[in-house]
């Protein structure tokens, strides 16, 4: 998250009671881990997402483009998995995600044989490119729901991505559409720092998982993290 970014919005708080107006309440980043032992981030703190008129826009090489709601999402095929979200910053949670896969969004919007690809836009301007590939993999997830609840609006609510494979910037939160397009064009993260990939698939290394007292580094394989 840029510092610019964050002077933005809470200028436009601070403006807004000023002017006798209730202050919006924004998504703001925090270091500290929240319930889930997920600490929280943001390119642009923003308001939460108003669900009754967000619509998940399929758009750009389809044959059917779509705007879907969260009950039209909710009826497709849910499941459930217990992944472990891994941090660049070298920190990781385990936790249990509910949603849907992407093969449902494939069939409803009939991409055209030259869609390789699907730019994922999000509320707060961030945005990640993903082959169809890649999203297609067994445990990526296009989340509704965490711990058995519906997903909370701190963490992306009323859908985020889950590619327990990547390091979390890659989870892209906030959805708003996603567009297919011919060919990726890596992430948005690369245009902030160095330790950003165009992929963000996990390396080998070390993580202190926060579910797990948060004081033990281990030493990764790299990937998706399975052994605790």
Sequence with gaps: MGPFNRRHWL?????AGAAGQPKPKLLLPSDQPDEFHLKLMWYNPVPPIQQQTWRLQLKGL?????????????????????????????????A?????????LLDMAKPTAKAKAVRVDCADKWYEYFTIADLLQPHVMFVMDLAGKPLPDKHGAPLRLLDPSRYGYKSAKLITSITF??????SMAC????????????????????????????????GEILDY
Aim: proline residues 6%; charged residues 20%; glycine residues 14%.
């Design 191 to 222: 245009d902030i720092g160095p330790y950003y990939s165009p992929d963000g698939r996990i390396l080998a290394g070390y993580d202190t998982p926060l579910d797990l007292g948060g004081k033990t580094k281990r030493k990764i394989s790299g």
């Design 181 to 186: 397009v011919e060919e990726g064009k890596g």
């Design 62 to 94: 389809v044959g059917k483009p779509l705007a879907l709601g969260v009950a039209q999402l909710r009826a497709l095929p849910q499941q459930t998995q217990s992944s472990r979200m891994k941090c660049v910053q070298c920190w990781s949670s385990r």
């Design 96 to 104: 249990t995600w509910g949603g849907f896969r992407f093969q449902h």
């Design 11 to 15: 200028a436009v708080a601070a403006a």
